[in-house]
Structures are given as C-alpha cells and as structure tokens.
C-alpha cells in the first residue's frame, strides 16, 4: 500500500506490507514497546503462524512520523483445531460459528500477546484522531482484501485498559460492540522486594508453604537460560511441548510457526529468553520472557504433561518468572489471561481489558452484542490472596 491516506488537514496514515519499508526512524517512535519495534515485527514476517498476515501502519503529523501502529489477519480457515481441551456443545456452535461467519478477521493490535500493545506514539494525540486512525485503517486493509477477493468478516480492535477504552468508546468507536473477556493477570512487584528471599517472606504461611512444596517436587530438574544454537539444537522438542501446551487451550486462533523461537532470539537477541527444563538432559519444559523496558513479558512455554503433573512444571515456571522479574529491577510482570487461579496464587491480580469488535455483515452485527456473550466461555475461578 503506496499513497498516504490523510485523516485530517495535517495527519496521515500509510499502511506497509514489509518491514524493509518502514521508514528508518521507526524505532525512534517504538522505543517504550519491544512488541511494536522492528527485531519483533520482524519475527512476525519471517516467523508468523501459516494464517496469518501482517501490516505496519505509519501515522504522520505533515510528513513527520509520529505514530506507529500493528495490523494482523487471520485465515481462520487454515486451522486444524481452534484447541482441543473443552469438548461441549457450546465449544462446537462456536468453532462452527468462527468457521462459517469469521474466518477472514482482521485484528488492529496484535492477537499473539495479551496487553495494550497496538499502537505508540512520540507526542500526545486525541482519541478522537486514534479512532479515527484505527477504523479507517481497517476499512482500507479490508479493501486490499477485496481487492483479492477475500471479505473480511470480523474486524477488532484488541486490548485497551478501561481508560483508554472508555475514551475510545466516545468517538468513532461509539457504533462498535465493546467487550470484556478474561483479564489480564499481572504482578506488581514491590520495590522493596530485592531477591526471592524478601518475595517469600511476604507470603503468608499458606502460600510460603506451597511455594516449598513446589520447590521441594523440582529438585532434579535443571534450568537453563538457552543460546540461539541450544534453541535451535532443542527446536523439535521445544515446538512438541509448546504444541501440546497450545492444543489444550480452551480457544486458539493460531498456531506458532516451527521456526518462531530461533526466529525471536534471532532477532530479539538479549531482549527475549528461553529458559530450558532438563531431567537427565532430556528438555521437559520451557518457558519465555520478553524484556519490555521496565515491563517483564511472560511469552510462549510447553511442558511434558507427566512431569508437570509429577513435578508441580508449571507453578516453578510461574516462581521462576517471579524471581527473574525481582532480581532485575522490573516493575511489573504480565502473566497474561489464562490459568488466572494459580496465577493468582503466586500474587498476579486481575486487570480488566476491553476491546471493540463489528461484523460486515449488518445483520450478524446488530446482534452481535447477543451472539458474543453467547459464544464466549465463561471461565469460573477463585481469585486468591497470597499476601494476606
């Protein structure tokens, strides 16, 4: 997509395919968001799910770039599972319904991760103007896909903390569907907390006692922070415990590319980790880590599903994350929003996040607000307390 398309007298938008064309300070404008810099949108071209299609949108005050933004579509149809753990009638009126009437959707913001990483900007700017951004930035993405004879079905605009959101929804927002899911579970860490020492004398007995339990069920097992070769050594096993992770996921929309975790550390290098779970130089697990300026990013992890049942894999990956985020000084950790209950229990509170979503079809849209609620999973779970 060549020309720019204007806004308003003195903003405008273009719309790129590749990372080779962004312009050369885009960087400069991506600096506080490691998922919006070119090393990760780089992954994402070379390494995105077989679905799925990635554009960079450029915002522009005169000729000056100060905005940039991510779009990303989904082929929904090139899927062979959307997961496979929930086995109900409910789960297959909704696979059936993602199938016939969304499999073409178009995601403003970026659907792999969970937060409020869709777009940045260099200097401030009206959510009246944003909006406006994101919406024709849709209907001219939509376009290009008519153009190859795709309709796009479902178009959303993904992650927004209640203040943006509530903003958003004021202006050309207003006529779209808002809607909550699961929230984002994220730790604050507190700065007196200097080592895991200090983190587990803030734990009442309870939870300093399931801590002990978890640690006590992983000795044996060996931790090891991977190089780009080990990843790459290690690829095959690493994308069989991520897949089975994935496949027993309530809900998927995608399924990560074989090459996607030597492609990050390839890219990302310092800036993305993949720890490794050995028994007997066998890897059993992993689990990754974004470093986002003061923002620790818990990423993709796959586990044996006999060792984490024997070993408690998964609540260690969880303290390990934990202790990673306290010995380096970052100031919250986001876990994201799956397993919200034991995530809880190792101290993450629940963030609500809300997003916008319309179908092209008027009538599915007009009741689209019916259609979502119905659709959704609602997810049951006991919010813990572990510092009380």
């Not at 995608?254 to 975790?261: G, R």
């Not at 986001?334 to 996040?353: N, Q």
Request: proline letters at 2%; one cysteine or more; hydrophobic letters at 40%.
């Amino acid at each position: 997509m060549e020309r720019l398309f204007f806004i308003l007298k003195q903003l405008s938008y273009k719309i790129y395919n590749s990372v080779n064309e962004l312009p050369s300070n885009w960087d400069v404008i991506a600096v506080e968001n490691i998922f919006l810099q070119t090393p990760y949108l780089s992954v994402l071209e070379y390494s995105a799910p077989t679905n799925m299609q990635c554009f960079y949108i450029g915002v522009f005050e005169l000729n000056k770039l100060i905005g940039v933004s991510l779009a990303q579509y989904l082929d929904i149809n090139k899927l062979d599972s959307f997961g496979e753990r929930d086995k109900c009638v409910k789960t297959f009126i909704r696979n059936f319904a993602f199938k016939n009437f969304a499999s073409h959707t178009l995601f403003l913001g970026n659907n792999m991760i969970t937060g409020q990483n869709g777009y940045t900007f260099s200097k401030e700017i009206s959510f009246k103007n944003i909006s406006k951004i994101l919406l024709e930035s849709a209907q001219e993405i939509s376009s290009y896909f008519e153009k190859k004879e795709i309709k796009i079905h479902l178009i959303s605009f993904k992650d927004f903390y209640d203040d943006c959101a509530n903003e958003l929804k004021k202006n050309d927002l207003s006529k779209t569907y808002q809607f909550n899911v699961q929230p984002n579970m994220i730790l604050f860490l507190n700065e007196n907390w200097k080592t895991k020492s200090d983190y587990i004398a803030a734990l009442s007995k309870k939870y300093r006692d399931q801590y002990k339990r978890a640690h006590k069920k992983s000795e044996g097992i060996f931790v090891k922070n991977l190089s780009l070769n080990e990843i790459i050594l290690h690829e095959k096993t690493i994308n069989e415990l991520y897949y089975y992770v994935a496949k027993n996921a309530p809900f998927n929309t995608f399924f990560l590319s074989e090459n996607h975790f030597s492609t990050m550390k390839k890219y990302c290098l310092d800036n993305f980790l993949l720890f490794g779970y050995f028994i007997n130089e066998k890897l059993v697990g992993f689990h990754t880590l974004l470093l986002n300026g003061t923002v620790l990013e818990t990423y993709f992890l796959g586990y044996d599903k006999e060792v984490q049942k024997e070993n408690m894999l998964y609540l260690n990956m969880l303290y390990n994350m934990t202790e990673f985020g306290i010995e380096n000084s970052f100031k919250k950790i986001i876990f994201g929003r799956t397993a919200l209950e034991i995530k809880s229990s190792i101290g993450a509170i629940p963030v609500e996040m809300s997003g916008f979503i319309y179908h092209n079809n008027k009538l599915i849209n007009k009741y689209i607000d019916k259609i979502f609620s119905r659709l959704e999973p609602k997810i049951e779970w006991q919010m813990r307390h572990p510092f009380t």
